[in-house]
């Protein structure tokens, strides 16, 4: 082009709308050019450099492949492919596109083989596709899950939607926990107790009336999920912030597109563990009050009995039990639900789900029945029981 403007003086008066350098000058003007006895092939190297320089050569979609919005710098921050797939906007160039694109349209690929529209899904799962957060697996599953209507009744509700999006034996696995739990902590408390078994009923059954209560939360908080919750405000503060962006479970795997930090990991622990504690100490002030309940109803009847039995601290014992969730409960139920059976157990045998399910039942039996014994050996050693 230089050269051109060289032996071609003309072409520098030329207005501008009608220079137009990706065409031949030859077209630009009618004025007489010189034209340089010089052949130059058009090596495939020097074809490369030209149209990625030249900026009417750079497709439309490359400019928005880091994200729409004004969010795309926050979606290549999360999904963590910065260094794969060139992060920012310019992501595109080539023809490479970063997950969160791939994840998009999978989704909308899945969506219409179904025949189904983006706007006949819930709310945060349509905002979820529209960016890039989950794969077109999810969306297969949800359209699956939709065909029960105990399931589509289920997901209505965000925290089910979340846990069956990611384990569609979730509910078979609280059924399990609940069903199993009153046995085995029940034969748990009499090995523990043996001949004082029937002495101790009423700390029995407040063990029991405990499990109940809590083990629906043990299978529901520390479960793999799919996040779909949305962003939180600008004004909130960094701790917020911080443990919104954490994992429900912190062994789970993450979606394409999607990573979790070591720290991010550790902060699910710390999150779960809180509400477990929560969860402990309200269900243990219910069981701790029906057991004395249950105390002082049997000494006004039976004034004669020889064994006096007497009330349990509510207080203490609420406040032990759920420190023990926080610590013990939560680090086994992360284990259990991340690596055990999301890692190790569904990825071979996930054709078989008959089979993935009975190996899940024992593995919880076996997990229940174990919590049971630290319990009463964490009781007896802390001494409310």
């Not at 970063?98 to 706007?119: F, T």
């Not at 596709?129 to 697996?137: L, M, R």
């Not at 209505?156 to 069903?179: N, P, T, Y």
Request: net charge neutral; with cysteine.
């Amino acid at each position: 082009m230089a050269i051109a403007f060289c032996f071609n003086p003309s072409l520098s008066l030329l207005p501008l709308t009608k220079f137009q350098p990706h065409r031949p000058f030859a077209s630009s003007s009618s004025s007489p050019v010189i034209h340089l006895g010089l052949t130059v092939s058009p090596a495939p190297a020097l074809r490369h450099h030209r149209n990625l320089f030249t900026p009417f050569s750079i497709p439309n979609d490359a400019v928005l492949s880091g994200g729409d919005d004004g969010d795309d710098g926050n979606k290549n921050k999360n999904n963590g492919n910065n260094g794969n797939n060139g992060g920012g906007g310019w992501g595109g160039w080539g023809g490479a596109e970063n997950a969160g694109d791939k994840n998009r349209e999978e989704a909308i690929m899945v969506l219409a083989e179904a025949g189904r529209l983006l706007e006949s899904l819930p709310k945060d799962l349509r905002a979820a596709i529209e960016a890039g957060k989950v794969p077109g697996s999810v969306v297969e599953r949800f359209l699956e899950l939709e065909k029960s209507g105990l399931f589509r009744w289920l997901m209505q509700f965000g925290g089910f939607r979340e846990r069956l999006l990611a384990d569609d034996l979730f509910l078979a696995k609280v059924g399990i926990e609940c069903g199993v739990g009153i046995f085995t902590k029940t034969a748990a408390e009499y090995e523990r107790r043996r001949e004082n078994f029937f002495n101790e009923l009423e700390i029995v059954f407040a063990d029991v009336v405990m499990a109940i209560c809590a083990d629906f939360m043990l299978v529901y908080l520390p479960a793999p999920t799919v996040s779909l919750r949305p962003p939180l405000a600008i004004s909130a503060g960094a701790i917020a912030k911080f443990f919104h962006n954490c994992p429900d479970n912190a062994f789970q795997v993450a979606l394409a597109g999607t990573s979790y930090s070591f720290l991010q990991r550790l902060g699910a622990v710390l999150r779960n563990g809180t509400k477990l504690f929560a969860v402990g100490t309200a269900s243990s002030l219910v069981g701790t009050a029906v057991t004395n309940a249950l105390i002082n109803a049997r000494k006004a009847v039976d004034k004669s009995s020889p064994v006096e039995v007497e009330n349990v601290p509510i207080l203490s014992t609420s406040a032990a039990y759920g420190v023990y969730m926080a610590i013990s409960s939560n680090l086994r139920y992360q284990v259990l639900a991340g690596v055990i059976e999301q890692r190790i157990l569904e990825p071979l045998l996930h054709k078989h789900k008959l089979m993935l399910s009975a190996i899940c039942f024992a593995v919880r039996t076996g997990n229940t029945y174990l919590g049971s014994l630290l319990w009463v050996d964490y009781a007896r050693w802390i001494g409310i029981q």
